[in-house]
Every structure is written in C-alpha cells, then in structure tokens.
C-alpha cells in the first residue's frame, strides 16, 4: 500500500489546493466523453437531470484524484512532475485530502441516484473504488500493466452516462468504454518515456522502467493500431454518422502517424507529439459524437437509422 504516514512538512491550503485535488484537467475529460454518452443513449433525459449527471459523474471524477493525492502523497513528493501538488507539499495533509475526497464520493453516488437510477450510481461507485484502491493502491506500484488495467476507470463515464439517461448499460455504451479504454496505453506511455525517471524515483514499475523504452514503443504501437481499428466500431452498430467517419478518419491519421515515427525513433520530441496527438484523437471521436447526437448532425451511413 502506498505509504501516507511519512513526515510531509505541513502548510496553508487555499481553496485552490482544494481545486487542484480534484484533478480539474481529469474532470473536464471526464465531462467531455460523459457527455457523449448521454447524448448518444437512446430515449430522453430532461436537460436539468442530464446535466445534473454529468455533474455527480465530474465529481466522482474529483473525488478520484483527490483520493488518489492522498494516499500518493509521499511518492508525488519524489517526482518533479508531481511535487508541487497540495499533499506533496503538505498544504493538505494526506488525510485531509482522504476525508475530502470521501466526503465528494458519497456526495457524487448519492446524487447520481437521486438524479438519475441506481444503475449509474452503481457504475460511478465502482469508478472510484476501481481508481482509488484496485489502481492506485494494487495496480501502480506492482506491474508494469498498471495503466492497461487500470484505464478502466477513465474509460467508465460515457457508461456511467448511458446509464443516467436509460437505466441500463448495453453493449453500445461499452463500445464507448473500449475506445478509451484501449487509447489508454498509447497515451500514457507517451507519457512514461518522458517521465520514466521520476517513476522510477518514485518506485512505480512503469513499462518504460520494467521493459526498457523498446519494449515500450512496442507496445505503443500495437495499441496506437487496436485504437484506431476501435475508433471505427461506433459506425457498426449506428452510434457514429457522416461526421462521426470524417472525424475518426483524420484522428486517426492524426495518432497513428505520431505512433509510427515513435516507433521508429524514440525521442522525446516524438513522445510529446504522440502525447498531443492522443489527446486530439479522443477530442475529435467524441466531439463528432456530440456534434451528431446534441446539434442534429446525425445522418447514418446506412440508410434510415
């Protein structure tokens, strides 16, 4: 288990640091795909209870990383990346941030509950639990798959989403979890070969750090591919139009290039390119998504939907 009782000298927080916990670059991602999901399920859902949703599902978001700061407090300390952050620098003491981030997580289910059903509130207390204990505290600081598990927890709110509006998570909603489940790897292990030595001086058994940075292209790769075949699969089962398969065909050029030139040369400047291109890639899947189900866009590939 992470180690959170280690001395961090303690400081004055602001309600920024109380902001910064929640990860509000997450939430925006998470706010972002979640609303594709409701968008996208079928049926209605009233305007204020849909954006209620979205909300309590931001939230649970928050709560995640505000957890996660916790009980990473001592080994966000270790890392230049991530010593600047509220626990690390003791302005919050780790249990502050525990008790805070708990405190939104009960807030975030029961919302949801009130707001929409049972079934997604079901789906956003297993998202926090998943990131929070079986990510953060089983998966991260014992195998090199941490984040190809782990990114279930990120690929979890368009489904959480589908189930605010419908009640139910059928194998539409889940095709939306695979895109980003699978995107996952290639995106964050961009990351990792940039920032393999502060893993590895924070002890996290990252791919770069286990396999080597060959390996790790590798592995990029092979996801970077399954992602882009992935990204299609909306258009099989008449979620994605006309605008949904302009859009997927230049993200994926857009990723798979970077992917490629990475796996060829691994330098740092083909990383950070990949890392953009990844982030462009799910913006541009799921912004085709909204433009098509919230702005009337949607006209189906094959006749009448």
């Known amino acids: 288990m992470s180690d959170t009782s280690a001395a961090i000298p ?14 509000p670059r997450v939430m925006s991602l998470v706010v972002f795909t979640a ?11 009233h305007p204020v209870l849909a954006v209620a949703s979205i909300l309590c599902i931001a939230l649970g978001a928050g709560a995640s990383g505000a957890l996660n700061m916790g009980l990473e407090a001592v080994q966000d300390s270790r890392m230049s990346r991530t010593r600047g952050r509220p626990t690390a620098t003791g302005r919050i003491a780790a249990a502050d941030a525990l008790a805070f981030g708990g405190a939104i997580a009960m807030f975030s289910v029961l919302g949801l509950a009130l707001a929409a059903n049972y079934v997604a509130a079901g789906l956003l207390a ?3 639990f998943f990131y929070a204990v079986v990510y953060t505290l089983w998966l991260k600081p014992h195998t090199d798959q941490n984040i190809v598990i782990g990114g279930a927890s990120g690929a979890l709110p368009p489904v959480v989403a589908w189930a605010a509006a419908t ?7 889940w095709i ?7 995107w996952t790897p290639p995106h964050f292990w ?9 893993y590895a001086a924070a002890g996290y058994p990252m791919m770069p750090n286990v396999r080597g940075d ?13 992602t882009a075949a992935v990204g ?19 993200a994926t050029v857009l990723f798979v290039v970077p992917a490629w030139r990475l796996r060829r040369e691994g330098s740092p400047k083909n990383a950070k390119s990949l890392f953009a291109a990844s982030i462009l890639y799910l913006f541009l899947l799921f912004g085709a998504l909204i433009a098509e189900h919230g702005f009337g866009l949607y006209a189906p590939l094959f006749g009448a939907a």
């Open 10 to 23: 303690a400081g004055v927080a602001s309600w920024r640091d109380f902001v910064t916990l929640m990860k």
């Open 35 to 45: 609303a594709a999901g409701i968008l996208v399920a079928p049926g209605s859902i």
């Open 126 to 128: 297993f998202t926090i």
């Open 167 to 173: 009640g139910a998570a059928p194998l539409e909603a």
């Open 176 to 182: 939306l979890f695979a895109i980003i489940f699978i």
């Open 190 to 198: 961009a990351l990792a070969l940039l920032a393999k030595d502060d």
């Open 214 to 226: 060959d390996a790790t292209r590798r592995q990029i790769w092979i996801y970077a591919l399954l």
């Open 232 to 250: 299609f699969a909306p258009l099989a089962v008449a979620l994605g139009g006309w605008v949904y398969l302009a859009a997927a065909s230049v």
